[in-house]
């Protein structure tokens, strides 16, 4: 079994719909918890950080860790033309622990 | 400031080749990721520096692969021989601290043929 797995898409809504996007893990060690938005032919960047469980919100996303389920989600509330890109969750240990990223999945949404 | 700069950004090479890919990190970042990815297994990283000096090559696939970082401001990644399998993109990116934010360069496509 992977130690990150996420749903592989590709995945393509409607603009305006909400989005949820998730990622399942199997290391109960992993405690910091990221998702990275990658637009074609560019690097990852960083959309949304949060340690332990719980939500955390940022304009129209949402980020969600249920770490008794080992589950994490990324909502993307009026979802624009502009979301379309790969998502990748990633996630470490430790402050000072390298990442383990999830393949990504390709969203697109239709004006 | 410019971001994590790499180049070439596209590299067309064959079978047996040397291929030497190059980045700039972010100035005053103390970290240095090198990362591949494929359709297949999506984003490894395959070795990272802290101060210039290698801490984790665990993920460097075989000894066709080496990397280096002289100084702050520069690192390589050289394949010799290359092979068509290390066709990907390769990524750099940098952070100030181990699990902390990473800024990724545009990558290197790399095409063995």
């Known amino acids: 079994q992977k130690e990150v797995e996420q749903d592989p898409g590709p995945l393509s809504v409607p603009e305006g719909a909400i989005v949820s996007l998730n990622c399942t893990y199997s290391?109960?060690?992993?405690?910091?918890f990221m998702w990275y938005r990658q637009y074609s032919r560019k690097g990852p960047e960083l959309l949304m950080y949060?340690?332990?469980?719980g939500n955390k919100e940022d304009g129209r996303f949402t980020a969600q860790v249920d770490k008794s389920s080992k589950y994490i989600s990324l909502f993307i509330r009026d979802s624009q033309p502009s979301d379309s890109a790969t998502y990748l969750c990633?996630?470490?240990?430790?402050?000072?622990?390298?990442?383990?990223f999830g393949k990504g999945i390709t969203l697109s949404v239709r004006p | 400031d410019a971001g994590v700069i790499q180049s070439p950004r596209h590299e067309v090479t064959e079978m047996g080749q040397e291929v030497t890919l190059r980045c700039k990190p972010i100035?005053?970042?103390?970290?240095l990721f090198w990362y591949r990815q494929t359709m297949m297994r999506g984003l490894e990283l395959l070795i990272y520096?802290?101060?210039?000096?290698?801490?984790?090559d665990s993920g460097m696939p075989e000894d066709r692969f080496s990397a280096k970082m002289p100084n702050a401001s520069f690192s390589t990644l050289k394949i010799q021989p290359s092979e068509p399998r290390d066709s990907a993109v390769y990524f750099c990116?940098?952070?100030?601290?181990?699990?902390?934010?990473?800024?990724f360069g545009s990558g290197t496509q790399l095409s063995v043929l």
């Open positions: 990633a996630m470490s240990t430790g402050a000072n622990s390298k990442l383990t």
């Open positions: 100035s005053g970042h103390d970290y």
């Open positions: 520096f802290n101060n210039n000096v290698p801490i984790d």
């Open positions: 290391n109960s060690a992993f405690q910091y």
């Open positions: 990116a940098s952070s100030r601290g181990n699990g902390e934010k990473l800024f």
């Open positions: 949060t340690y332990s469980s």
